[in-house]
């Protein structure tokens, strides 16, 4: 598709329209890059300062910026901004990897089956009994061990390693001993795996990934972990063994979890947290250890009013010391 007007934009979203209907939309852009053709969007408070100086054709925005000053005449609001130019910027940039094929240098184990299409790319190396879902895409590089199990309309990026031996050991006579795992990888319908992430298999158990989870590049899962529905994993975070995330949880980049835990249903973790133990439903943590934002926050405020004064404080407490000698 060239081009849409901005009427059946707003028509393909539902949203409402004030400006002309008749304006050209080519393409998506960002605000701060946007050029006559494109249509922008703006879903973040911290965006709204590029909005006069846009040169977007259009702006698809949350109802919340519908009274803000400045940029194109032509505005489209909508309940989610974000999830709506999703929908706009697929009409014009097809999907990476459009077609359903297996590579002739994908390597398939004995007795690999799948359900309608499925797209496997170069130097796959799937393993013995794996089975996919409907319309599932495999990025070239991937590594499936045997007997893992996906769901319908997976999405594994470049690299991925599922279903690898966890980081289990027992004592020997010549130090640490690697335990065989025995157990399986399960993924559920409409899960994303980024690129080089790895998740383990089960050690006995089975290594559980609720439908509609998006794991970002570089994630690593640990065997035994059982992560809900609808959850999203950033890049370079980690979960350690037998550690289970409940429904809806938001893990973002490079934060590590101990294991063992459980962090309840829609519970956020921020970038960089270690978190060592429970996390109770909905809450929110930081830092390290991670504990509340809030009182993590709290005690940033009160340092950074104490340092001015850290030098008073010394002279103080060597003064007090003097005095006692």
């Given at each position: 598709m060239t081009s849409l007007t901005a009427g059946a934009v707003a028509a393909l979203v539902g949203g409402e329209l004030t400006g002309s209907p008749d304006v050209r939309i080519a393409g998506v852009a960002a605000l701060d890059a946007a050029g006559p053709g494109d249509l922008a969007f703006l879903a973040d408070p911290r965006w709204a300062a590029y909005l006069a100086g846009t040169r977007a054709g259009a702006v698809l925005m949350d109802p919340r910026f519908r009274g803000h000053a400045g940029g194109p005449a032509t505005r489209i609001v909508v309940a989610d901004a974000r999830a709506a130019i999703r929908t706009i910027a697929l009409r014009f940039t097809p999907e990476e990897g459009t077609g359903w094929?297996?590579?002739p240098t994908a390597r398939l184990g004995r007795r690999v089956r799948w359900l309608g299409r499925i797209a496997i790319g170069a130097h796959c190396d799937i393993g013995a009994d794996v089975t996919f879902g409907l319309d599932c895409r495999v990025a070239p590089g991937v590594r499936i061990g045997d007997g893992v199990?996906?769901?319908?309309a997976c999405v594994i990026g470049p690299g991925a390693?599922?279903?690898?031996?966890?980081?289990?050991?027992?004592?020997?006579?010549?130090?640490p001993t690697d335990l065989p795992p025995t157990g399986k990888l399960r993924l559920g319908h409409r899960v994303t795996v980024g690129a080089l992430s790895t998740i383990a298999r089960g050690s006995i158990g089975t290594t559980v990934i609720g439908d509609d989870t998006k794991f970002d590049a570089q994630v690593h899962v640990g065997h035994n972990v059982r992560v809900g529905a609808r959850c999203l994993v950033m890049a370079q975070a980690g979960i350690a063994g037998s550690t289970t995330l409940e429904d809806d949880v938001i893990v973002a980049g490079q934060a590590g979890l101990a294991d063992g835990l459980r962090v309840g249903a829609g519970a956020r973790i921020a970038a960089q947290a270690g978190v060592i133990g429970d996390i109770p439903p909905g809450a929110t943590v930081s830092g390290y250890p991670a504990r509340d934002h809030r009182q993590v926050l709290r005690h940033a405020a009160a340092l950074a009013r104490l340092a001015p004064h850290a030098r008073i404080l010394e002279q103080l407490a060597h003064s007090a010391h003097a005095t006692a000698d």
């Open positions: 094929s297996i590579h199990a996906l769901g319908d390693c599922l279903g690898i031996a966890g980081f289990s050991h027992a004592a020997g006579d010549h130090g």
